[in-house]
């Protein structure tokens, strides 16, 4: 193995797994590229390193400069990522995140230096984005990055993530990921298709309006502007919710491959199996899907250990996507 | 045949309080106008004004977003399950 300079050399070039086992379509291979892999524990350091040197490119932030501060609404991942990041390079970060997030969230924050600010948790992520343009309009010296509309966001993912995958799996015909920012999507759908325009792109989503109880009008909805700039409408295949229930399960089943990941993971395997089953008989595919983190920041909900009834009603309250 | 639809939290108020209701139709555009002549509230949050869905409106037939499976031309059959779900920003950003 190679000796490395810095932690940061270490994110991307993730491996990917055969998961077949566990289609229920002997055609169809499943693949995950394991994404908990990467330094800060998920998919979106690929996106924090990137965020920052592009606002380091643009001048936005200067390296070795004092007091200089970032704030950003994040659930977890890019929080974690980007409070790396910003431990190494000296950058002072404030995460806005809700408040029902799952503890290993916030302390891993915490270990990282970085600042929490809540945002109430029956707002979701609706809120703590809200929370993140608020405080930015009142502190223009601190630094927004916002991946919700940064180009950076998508960037990571089509300069790495799809050559990636389209070099270590040639022949794939579906690539599955979860819908949040849509950076993965976008960036990774927009490299695949370029390839093969014959791609079939799926997003996975929690089905998170049922949870955020605190909206009070259609009109605080939320389309994030990496989604439409990208023309996700467009580049997209599929759309498909995946609830607690099946996400759970599928999370529990992935350990019979050996894999202990994230509940997201599972939401993302359960829309796996879904595609598998949808590919007519005599017809061959190839499943790419994404495992965005690891078990561990999980481990607190129960979701492995405890009864499954109780697990779902459980995931319905925090934020784990 | 008859659909069943999920309303959420949020649009409740329009229904009377109600978190499930039926109509009829074979796409899920035919079943959504049923549903707005009967709840007239939901018009103007399910629909623009150009009688497209409003962007803030994801509908879902067996959890597939129509807007990639057809649109309000998508079929339904009965026992389908539709739910109604605002769009907001996701998860493990």
């Not at chain 1, 940064?150 to 799996?169: C, K, L, M, S």
């Not at chain 1, 989503?205 to 605080?220: C, K, T, Y």
Request: with cysteine; charged share 20%.
């Amino acid at each position: 193995m190679a000796v490395y300079q810095s932690v940061l050399d270490l994110i991307g070039e993730t491996p990917i797994v055969d998961v077949s086992a566990l289609s229920p379509n002997p055609n169809v291979r499943i693949l995950a590229k394991l994404e908990g892999r990467n330094p800060a524990g998920s998919v979106k350091d690929r996106i924090a390193k990137n965020l920052i040197e592009a606002a380091e490119r643009d001048g936005l932030l200067i390296p070795g400069a004092p007091d200089q501060i970032l704030i950003e609404p994040s659930s977890g991942n890019t929080g974690i990522g980007l409070a790396m990041v910003c431990k190494l390079k000296g950058y002072h970060l404030k995460v806005v995140m809700p408040a029902n997030v799952s503890i290993e969230r916030r302390q891993l924050l915490l270990v990282w230096g970085a600042e929490i600010i809540e945002s109430p948790g029956s707002e979701g992520s609706n809120g703590a984005v809200r929370m993140a343009h608020q405080l930015a309009a009142e502190h223009p010296e601190w630094v927004f990055l916002y991946q919700y509309a940064n180009p950076a966001n998508p960037e990571a993912h089509y300069r790495t993530t799809g050559p990636e995958i389209f070099r270590d799996v040639p022949d794939l015909t579906h690539f599955i990921a979860g819908l949040g920012t849509s950076g993965t999507l976008m960036g990774v759908g927009k490299f695949l298709k370029e390839q093969n325009p014959a791609i079939q792109l799926w997003a996975i989503e929690p089905p998170s309006g049922e949870m955020v109880d605190g909206l009070r009008n259609l009109d605080d909805g939320y389309i994030p502007p990496v989604f439409t700039d990208n023309h996700g409408e467009q580049l997209l295949d599929r759309k498909t919710v995946v609830r607690p229930r099946e996400s759970l399960e599928w999370t529990r089943k992935m350990i019979e491959v050996g894999l202990f990941v994230g509940i997201s993971s599972g939401a993302i395997m359960a829309g796996a199996v879904r595609c598998a089953s949808l590919i007519p008989e005599g017809e061959s595919a190839t499943i790419v899907t994404i495992a965005c983190d690891d078990g561990w920041k999980y481990l607190s909900t129960g979701a492995w250990t405890d009864d499954l009834d109780e697990v779902v009603e459980r995931a319905k309250r925090i934020i784990y996507f | 045949m008859t659909v069943s639809i999920r309303i959420p939290t949020v649009l409740r108020p329009q229904t009377g309080g109600a978190a499930l209701v039926a109509f009829e139709g074979s796409t899920i555009g035919e079943v959504l106008n049923q549903m707005v002549a009967a709840h007239p509230g939901l018009a103007g949050q399910v629909f623009s004004a150009d009688g497209s869905l409003h962007k803030f409106v994801n509908i879902y037939v067996n959890d597939d977003d129509v807007r990639y499976t057809g649109g309000l031309e998508t079929p339904v059959a009965s026992g389908d399950e539709v739910s109604i779900l605002p769009a907001v920003a996701g998860g493990a950003a």
